[in-house]
């Protein structure tokens, strides 16, 4: 289906899925934010996305104290971020699942590793911001502002709940 006939929460699912890093942000044991690069293994229809993670890693044991967490993906011109809670898993059968070659570079023994854990964060709110037509759209549309003086168009821009 093209984009214009996709809902608000299919598009911003479908974008997430197309950005391969990004930042999840976790509130620390003083109740600040802290936030790490992190790369999403899936992101599912329902607004779940899965991590990778090792058990004794202090981004478990903030999301053990406080499960309310921040999500956000960025690559070119398109702009994803999410809020929700997170979850601590430990599913043999869905490490195995989302298990890969990167995933390997941090774990090296394996998705069965007793370090080895996943988090689930369930989003339950999300935004995204995508300029179709990349970097020279938005340089366009940048120029174009500037010379009418007309207000930048920054391309598509939604609130979503999930």
Same mark, same amino acid.
């Given at each position: ?66 499960? *309310?967490? =921040? ?7 398109? @702009? &994803?971020?999410?809020?929700? !809670?997170? $979850?601590?898993? %430990? ?39 995508? *300029?179709? =037509? ?7 549309? @940048? &120029?174009?502002?500037?010379? !009418?003086? $007309?207000?930048? %168009? ?9």
């Amino acid at each position: 289906m093209p984009d214009t006939e996709k809902t608000p929460a299919e598009r911003i699912i479908e974008l997430a899925r197309g950005i391969p890093y990004g930042w999840l942000t976790t509130i620390n044991g003083e109740g600040r934010l802290v936030s790490r690069p992190m790369a999403p293994r899936e992101v599912t229809d329902a607004g779940e996305l899965w991590y990778f993670a090792e058990r004794d890693s202090r981004d478990v044991s903030e999301i053990t104290a406080n499960r *309310t967490v =921040g999500v956000t993906l960025n690559s070119g011109s398109t @702009f &994803v971020s999410f809020a929700g !809670t997170a $979850e601590i898993v %430990d599913d043999h059968a869905k490490k195995d699942e989302l298990w890969d070659a990167a995933v390997e570079a941090w774990l090296p023994d394996g998705p069965q590793s007793p370090n080895a854990v996943l988090i689930r964060v369930t989003a339950e709110s999300g935004e995204f911001w995508d *300029t179709p =037509g990349g970097r020279i759209a938005t340089l366009i549309s @940048f &120029v174009k502002a500037k010379i !009418t003086g $007309e207000r930048y %168009d920054g391309g598509e821009n939604e609130t979503v709940s999930l």
